[in-house]
């Protein structure tokens, strides 16, 4: 973060100096968490459900802080330490980050979708690698937190960003794109993520397209171009629309699956043909190297360029992360989050993996409404249709999968947690075998990864 000097943050946040005086260094970092305080940060207390940062504001300071902002005024001010009293110190993460965003003049690309939102920022952030200097939304920083969070960490030495907005509600993704501003808008996907607080795909798509409400006017809007619901969409900006079907104008082609070791395809545009190697497994990951080669045509890539930069694409976190233990047995791990589109594909991945057995391990699978039911049954049915040869089920929600298993001829096992399921999930971690490990982030299955490695590496 460049330095900002308190009367900077006060316009910005529209803030009251509570006790002014002379010689208050600038700023260079902005802080949520008291426990991560760096020195000279300014400290912004967060409130929570659960919790309000303001009672943290001393322990804050005594770690480092040089100052905060307050809605709540502390009852004492220390004379070494500057407050600024906002309104809302939520709103004004956000008026700050927005200012501060304003000192750069370089392309800014957002993205949303219901799958595979993550994978496509790595993609961009990959291509756009290959010439420019990006910043990108680290691990899972896309939400009311980590956007202004993620904006505040520009730099001079910065020539794009590539910011990931996710969102659960209706207003969420409006919210952060006034924080952005892009000059490229992209939407993955729609899915069924989060249909139970949006009601159905169609509010799901009018959340997403909240991303347009702030798309410059002179911007550019990429699409997954294979999406029934995102090809309704007549926008009033330049649109390029990506994927395997004739109308796209940036068109997959000739795809190749070489199983965990990746995919190859050729993306055909306008400008050119490219011949794409993809270090990661699925057919899915077509789709975001198309948007990305649209996006890297866009800020003046040459075609070496975006070759090179898909080419060095690698997944974040537990995104299909491809595991190779000892004796031949292979860990998927792709437990960062899980819904319907999600899970099929991981599957699909699975069974076209070349070993002597497939284990698929799924989990919950959170925010799905009346579709709930049906959308692990659906699961568990759809692993023994592809010939998995075991099912394990863990959770609540995913006694539907284990159903599903059994009643389409599978072979499967149902545990109530984790813990209860860990010892049997190490003994069909046998030799010769891959293992598929899926649920939404609330299971926490990062923590079944861990284990399997201590007892394999």
């Known amino acids: 973060m460049q330095p900002m000097t308190i009367p900077e943050i006060i316009s910005a946040v529209d803030g009251t100096w509570l006790n002014p005086r002379k010689g208050a260094a600038p700023v260079t970092a902005v802080c949520t968490d008291s426990r991560k305080i760096a020195p000279g940060c300014l400290f912004l207390p967060w409130v929570g459900e659960r919790f309000d940062g303001h009672d943290f504001i001393d322990r804050a300071l005594d770690a480092g802080a040089a100052g905060c902002l307050c809605a709540r005024r502390p009852e004492l001010l220390r004379p070494d330490k500057f407050y600024i009293q906002v309104a809302d110190t939520r709103l004004a993460l956000r008026a ?3 200012a501060y965003r304003d000192r750069f003049a370089i392309p800014f690309v957002q993205v949303t979708g219901s799958v595979g939102k993550t994978t496509t920022k790595e993609m961009l952030a990959a291509v756009l690698g290959a010439k420019l200097r990006v910043l990108k939304t680290p691990e899972n920083f896309n939400n ?6 993620t904006l505040l960490g520009l730099g001079p030495e ?53 991303i347009f409400e702030n798309l410059k006017p002179e911007g550019l809007a990429v699409l997954n171009g294979d999406d029934a619901l995102l090809n309704t969409l007549d926008l009033p900006f330049r649109t390029v629309r990506c994927g395997r079907s004739e109308h796209c104008a940036v068109r997959v082609m000739d795809m190749a699956d070489h199983g965990v070791a990746g995919i190859t395809c050729t993306v055909v545009s306008p400008r050119d043909t490219y011949h794409l190697t993809i270090p990661a497994p699925g057919e899915h990951m077509a789709y975001s190297a198309a948007i990305a080669v649209a996006v890297g045509e866009e800020l003046g890539l040459s075609t070496e360029e975006i070759t090179r930069g898909a080419a060095s694409y690698e997944p974040a976190g537990s995104r299909m992360r491809v595991l190779r233990l000892r004796d031949g047995r292979l860990v998927l791990d792709d437990c960062y989050n899980a819904n319907p589109q999600s899970v099929t594909a991981a599957l699909e991945i699975l069974a076209k993996t070349e070993c002597g057995r497939k284990v698929a391990v799924l989990g919950d699978m959170g925010e799905l409404g009346d579709l709930t039911d049906q959308a692990h049954y659906n699961m568990g049915a759809l692993a023994a249709m592809l010939g998995i040869d075991e099912v394990v089920a ?64």
């Open 96 to 98: 700050l980050a927005s």
């Open 158 to 210: 910065h020539q794009a960003a590539v910011i990931e907005t996710g969102m659960n509600h209706f207003g969420e993704i409006r919210y952060l794109g006034e924080m952005v501003r892009p000059d490229i808008a992209v939407i993955s996907n729609i899915g069924d993520a989060h249909i139970e607080h949006l009601g159905s795909r169609e509010g799901i798509l009018k959340a997403k397209s909240e």
């Open 394 to 457: 863990i959770g609540a929600k995913a006694e539907k999968i284990a159903d599903g298993a059994a009643q389409s001829g599978g072979s499967v096992t149902h545990f109530a947690t984790k813990e209860e399921a860990v010892h049997e999930l190490t003994d069909q971690l046998g030799t010769d075998t891959a293992m598929l490990v899926k649920a939404s982030h609330a299971m926490h299955f990062g923590w079944i990864v861990e284990q399997l490695k201590q007892a394999y590496d």
């Open 144 to 149: 009311d937190i980590g956007t202004p969070l």
